[in-house]
């Protein structure tokens, strides 16, 4: 018994939090379609690069994962900009670089294989990064929580 609690923790507390904004088309559409996009990007290059026949392999699976992590928490949530116009950039040096050179190869290719994303890609390319949300006064907060009670 003791032994199956000491198994499970040290996982429990790698495991990354689940991602749930960007599976949440409804209240999520922005973030739901770039995470479309980009994984329709992924499987282009992955297929055209790397020969993989379906799906993707490990390396461009741990990058599509990671992607879908950073998407998720987007400091700028639905009003995001595209990653490219970003003025966080939130990826690690690693990570930014190869979804560069996926995208760079992928991109031009989205227009013949998913014109519609391809499209929506470019017009939110367009639209410049918005005013970082401002972070809620810890004083104002917890008078609010206060004043609740
Ligand atoms: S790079 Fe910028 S836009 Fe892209 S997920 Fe990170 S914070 Fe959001
Ligand atoms: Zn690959």
Same mark, same amino acid.
């Not at 609690?5 to 960007?22: E, I």
């Not at 690069?49 to 392999?57: E, M, S």
């Not at 005013?131 to 104002?140: D, I, N, Q, S, W």
């Given at each position: 018994m003791?032994?199956?609690t ?7 507390a790698?495991a990354s939090?689940?991602?749930r ?14 995470l479309?996009?980009?994984?329709a ?6 297929r055209?690069?790397? =020969?993989?026949?379906?799906g993707?392999c490990?390396?461009c ?15 700028? =949530?639905?009003?995001?900009?595209t990653?490219?116009n ?18 760079r190869?992928?991109g031009p ?10 499209i ?16 809620k006064?810890?004083?104002a907060?917890?008078s609010?929580?206060?004043n =609740?009670?």
């Amino acid at each position: 018994m003791n032994a199956d609690t000491h198994d499970t923790a040290p996982a429990a507390a790698n495991a990354s939090p689940p991602t749930r904004k960007v599976h949440d088309r409804a209240r999520h559409p922005r973030l739901a379609r770039e995470l479309t996009t980009i994984g329709a990007m992924a499987r282009i290059y992955c297929r055209d690069v790397h =020969g993989t026949a379906a799906g993707l392999c490990a390396p461009c699976q741990a990058l599509m994962d990671y992607a879908t992590r950073r998407l998720d928490r987007c400091v700028f =949530g639905d009003d995001k900009p595209t990653c490219a116009n970003c003025t966080v950039h939130c990826y690690n040096a690693e990570n930014r670089e190869a979804v560069r050179t996926m995208m760079r190869y992928a991109g031009p290719r989205m227009l013949w294989r998913h014109p519609f994303l391809a499209i929506a890609h470019v017009v939110d390319g367009r639209r410049p990064a918005p005013a970082l949300p401002k972070a809620k006064p810890a004083k104002a907060a917890a008078s609010a929580d206060d004043n =609740g009670r």
